[in-house]
């Protein structure tokens, strides 16, 4: 049975025995805002460097040329390293859409297929439905929120299956996790109270 991905972690075609959920990776806009101007700035710490070394404006704006390379114009550069460095760090997440993926569950085999992204190879995890004793909430509130979803496994840690990023509404989440719950047969633990 063939089942249409979509962009979001939203559960997709519910049937009797196939369930898939697609996992958005790092091609966020955000990611994308913060390569951008980590990007340019590393590249302008970086002319005002070379500007103040070489005594010639490099840049349009303001008079770097006027800085003194010790300390200032050092500085500057060490901040156009560090910046660009980043920036081609995050770049890199974004080409390889770093944490994508897909959840699969199927009845017919009887396996939980979990499928990530990494850097240099993919991660899959293969899980026997039977192991899977509950869906969990994991809800805590406060200063570094986190709402996500997870399965407790028989034997083994609690699996989050959600994407990592900002927390999801807590109606979509109970939503989600009673609809899998439902599809697995099993119990959902962590309602909030």
Do not use: H
Not at 43 to 72: C, D, E, M, R, T
Not at 78 to 97: F, P, Q
Not at 166 to 180: H, I, V
């Amino acid at each position: 049975m063939s089942v249409k991905k979509q962009e979001s972690s939203k559960m997709e075609n519910p049937s009797e025995t196939y369930l898939e959920q697609s996992i958005k990776g790092s091609r966020k806009i955000s990611n994308y805002f913060v390569a951008s101007s980590l990007t340019i700035g590393g590249i302008g710490f970086s002319l005002a460097s070379l500007s103040s070394y070489f005594g010639k404006n490099f840049l349009p704006l303001g008079n770097p040329s006027s800085l003194i390379f010790v300390p200032q114009g050092l500085i500057m550069g060490l901040y156009g390293i560090a910046g660009s460095l980043l920036a081609i760090y995050l770049w890199n997440l974004v080409v390889v859409d770093f944490g994508s993926g897909f959840n699969t569950f199927d009845k017919g085999t009887g396996q939980l297929v979990l499928s990530r992204r990494g850097f240099f190879k993919e991660i899959l995890v293969e899980i026997d439905l039977k192991d899977i004793k509950a869906v969990k909430l994991d809800i805590r509130e406060g200063l570094n929120a986190k709402r996500r979803i997870c399965l407790r496994i028989q034997g083994r840690k609690d699996i989050p299956i959600t994407p990592a990023g900002p927390p999801s509404p807590l109606l979509d989440l109970e939503q989600e996790g009673a609809e899998l719950a439902r599809f697995l047969n099993v119990n959902l633990e962590g309602l909030p109270s």
